[in-house]
């Protein structure tokens, strides 16, 4: 009898338990469910609508028109290109940037905390206004044509040529988001225990042996975490295209990315199920992305 009552009792408590574990963890819950989990749901369901939305909300169940539709657009494959170039050489430039200014800050420079925080003033600064005083400076008569010119090199267009306006926002958003990455390598530099430079050293492995054995395989998981969060964040890219074309993507489409697309499809063209299937497009290329960096970087 005792038996059975100790039983009755070990399952009261483990019931107790686990009712306060999920009383605990319900704020969490009700957030994620209402902010994530809800939005998830109505975009795929918009994804298969055609929404009417003057004269009041209408929906017309489509199927896998948005999708099929969205492939055929032009402007999607162009919009998709510019993304995809703009991430090839922005997050490669500002890992191996983030990277250099890490280890120069880490290697005992004097004064490195003022030299940290000067920067990290383009991190802090709103991109909006970053955006503006670079537009400023890539004026044809700006300050980097100005430059350009005293040392004899040919100047450009910097907002109205299409062949240049692109990278324009790429060497501005190299410049603001490398410091951020800065900080978390230099976080994980100064976890690197010394003593195995210590030991490196005295087996005759100069600077450079010591930071490609050394630095870079025990950062391998800082850089993973690195360039992941920098694919993700430059596939997003949207405020600095709005603002140099002013909404349009120009000069000819030249500025125009996939946030931009939705952008427009939502609140010029008021195709929220088309916005919503391109936003399903631009998630499963993130996610296919992230994975095959996780098993190169598992490697």
Do not use: C
């Amino acid at each position: 009898m005792s038996e059975a009552r100790t039983r009755e009792r070990k399952a009261n408590e483990k019931i107790t338990e686990n009712l306060a574990g999920y009383l605990f963890i319900s704020p969490t819950i009700l957030i994620l469910g209402t902010f994530v989990v809800l939005p998830i749901v109505y975009a795929v369901f918009l994804s298969l609508q055609k929404v009417q939305l003057l004269g009041g909300i209408d929906y017309k169940f489509i199927g896998f028109r948005n999708f099929s539709e969205l492939l055929q657009d032009e402007r999607f494959w162009i919009a998709l290109k510019n993304t995809a170039q703009y991430v090839v050489i922005v997050v490669p430039a500002q890992t191996v940037l983030a990277l250099i200014l890490a280890v120069t800050l880490n290697s005992g420079i004097r004064g490195k905390n003022w030299w940290r925080i000067l920067y990290f003033v383009p991190t802090v600064t709103s991109s909006a206004v970053l955006t503006l005083i670079f537009m400023w400076i890539y004026n044809t008569n700006g300050l980097l044509n100005d430059f350009l010119a005293f040392l004899g090199l040919p100047t450009y267009n910097w907002l109205g040529d299409p062949a240049v306006a692109l990278k324009g926002i790429m060497l501005m958003n190299i410049w603001s988001t490398a410091p951020f990455y800065m900080v978390i390598y230099l976080a994980a530099l100064q976890d690197i225990p010394q003593r195995l430079y210590e030991a490196a050293a005295i087996d005759g492995a100069n600077s450079w042996q010591q930071f490609i054995h050394i630095t870079v395989p025990i950062l391998k998981p800082v850089t993973f975490f690195v360039v992941t969060i920098g694919v993700i964040g430059t596939f997003q890219l949207f405020d600095q295209s709005y603002i140099f074309s002013g909404g349009t993507g120009g000069p000819n489409n030249a500025t125009l990315t996939v946030v931009l697309l939705i952008y427009q499809a939502v609140f010029r063209n008021l195709q929220m199920g088309y916005a919503a299937a391109i936003a399903f497009l631009l998630a499963a290329v993130i996610i296919t992305l992230t994975l095959i960096q996780r098993r190169f970087f598992s490697e």
